[in-house]
């Protein structure tokens, strides 16, 4: 009895510690895939990419630490897949060509809508397509930065650890992806208008 | 303490996102609140800006198929 007493209680907690691990992932799992989704270069793909996630998960929680940010260990996981899946083939090293300063966005907008125009009258202008279809445009290496903190909520030092860069990459990259996002609205709006 | 630019607009604009981060210091931040209180031009663009945010991470929110969410479910591995 003393013997297997011990042995089984262990079981049992485990049991109970990856029951509540899962739980506690599958409950995350509309946030990742939001993330996901423009991670990844389409739809399928990112369903496929959430799916290898938790798979993976599953089976390796006990590298998971309780208490620490599960999303950013999820996402993690996320985005080593999807580099592993071997999009880096496809980066190009598109540089200084793509951008152009903050106010470039608004001074393009507000200059096809003629007179001085109500700042939230203008973002109306773009539509829903548009940032869609200019967010997947971003470069890689910047658009991952952009998804993860601008729409997944990170913050710098979780992005960072996430994707295995310094912080003060995580910044530039920021700033500069913001830029190219807001240059490449700015090209779609003016082709619609066209 | 604060220098004096050529172009005000032009380094008001290199602080917008910085400022939007909060991540200026005291004496940056002061001199861009004090450049955007007198300057219209200026102010319309972080106004822009701060839509053009929110209005991004709406756009982008797609909510998660439910078929995927049962697929994850059942990646679950059963208790012995």
Known sequence: MAETTPDATR?????????????????????????????????????????????RAFR????????????????????????????????????????????????????SDGADSDEDRVVERLSQDDIVTALSAVPHDFRDVIVLVDIGDFSYQDAANILDIPIGTVMSRLHRGRRILKRELAESVLEDAS | MTQAHEDPCAHCE???????????????????????????????????EESLRIYVRQAVNEPMPAALKEKLAALRIPLN
């Open chain 2, 14 to 48: 290199e602080m917008m996102q910085p400022y939007l981060d909060h991540i200026l210091t005291e004496a940056e931040r002061l001199e861009a609140e004090g450049h955007l209180d007198e300057c219209e031009w200026c102010r319309r663009r972080y106004r822009f």
């Open chain 1, 11 to 55: 079981i049992a907690a485990e049991a109970r510690d990856r029951v509540r691990f899962e739980e506690e992932a599958l409950g995350l799992a509309d946030q990742v895939y939001r993330v996901a989704r423009h991670l990844a270069p389409s739809r399928e793909e990112a369903e496929d990419l959430v799916q290898e996630t938790y798979a």
């Open chain 1, 60 to 111: 390796s929680w006990r590298s998971y630490t309780p208490g620490t940010n599960l999303r950013a260990w999820l996402l993690r996981i996320l985005t080593n897949l999807n580099i592993d899946r071997g999009r880096r083939t496809q980066r190009a090293p598109q540089t200084t060509a793509l951008e152009a300063n903050d106010y470039y966005l608004y001074d393009k907008l507000a200059e």
